[in-house]
């Protein structure tokens, strides 16, 4: 999840913070050799996610790391629900291949859920171009935490703003769209014409939208501060446009 959104408690979002960073148009991505469908799923609620949350404005410092935090009770629910979408999918919009973040939360969303599918096994890569971006300094901590042993980083954030930001030993969102590149260039060869389910974090399905449809850097930076990917969502594109965006509908159904 995003340095400093990832710390955001729920219900309060933070200001907004000016991006200082040139704004690039990419071109949009083109789809025509690559996989056919692309369906992008955040891991369900986490631990973390839980206790960050809970904790409000009290610092907190969540000590597992962060490739091996676990999903609460909702988060294992979350994933069976996905694991019902799957299955009540038409042949044609199935997914057929399977590319999977290696942090726990991740695997253990797309395990619960293709339990809960009952399609039996599908090939599943797990890349690490996938993971989270690395928050640094600020791993496991909350916004209030960052701001009593950081505040600092805090004002060079705002100076950089949201997008070029890089915490000390972290990664920017703009380190994520790079790497999110060149897996999708890889993608292309590999799931050319194919329907991929992709099972990640909010940072990565936000830098896969930047990708596909040729965001531009400041509206990558507005969605991370007021449009937090949720958790268990679900985002599509068929031949590279995008028919639905953070849909949670199966969680409530």
Not at 3 to 15: E, I, T, Y
Not at 24 to 50: C, F, K, T, W
Not at 153 to 170: D, H, I, K, S, T
Not at 203 to 209: E, H, I, Y
């Amino acid at each position: 999840m995003p340095a400093l959104a990832r710390f955001r408690p729920m219900g309060s979002p933070m200001s907004p913070v000016p991006s200082t960073a040139t704004e690039v148009m990419p071109p949009p991505y083109d789809q025509r050799m690559g996989p056919e469908r692309i369906m992008a799923v955040r891991h369900g609620e986490s631990e973390a996610n839980l206790a960050h949350r809970q904790a409000g404005e009290t610092p907190l410092v969540y000590e597992r790391g962060d490739d091996e935090v676990t999903l609460t009770e909702l988060g294992r629910a979350q994933a069976a629900a996905l694991g019902g979408l799957l299955a009540a999918l038409p042949g044609d919009e199935a997914p057929e291949l399977v590319w999977c973040s290696p942090y726990l939360r991740a695997l253990d969303t797309w395990k619960l859920a293709q339990e809960a599918w009952g399609a039996g096994p599908l090939p599943v890569t797990v890349d690490g171009r996938l993971r989270d971006q690395e928050a640094g300094a600020f791993a496991q901590l909350n916004l209030a935490a960052i701001r009593e042993r950081h505040p600092g980083e805090l004002a060079r954030r705002e100076a950089e703003g949201a997008y070029a930001f890089r915490p000390p030993g972290g990664e920017s969102l703009a380190d994520v769209v790079v790497r999110l590149r060149g897996f999708l260039r890889d993608l292309d060869g590999r799931a050319s014409g194919r329907r991929v389910l992709i099972v990640a974090h909010d940072s990565v399905v936000l830098a896969l939208r930047h990708v596909l449809d040729g965001r531009p850097d400041a509206e990558l930076a507005a969605v991370l501060e007021f449009a937090p990917v949720l958790n268990a969502s679900v985002s599509v594109w068929r031949a590279g446009e995008l028919l639905s965006f953070n849909d949670v509908g199966h969680l409530t159904s």
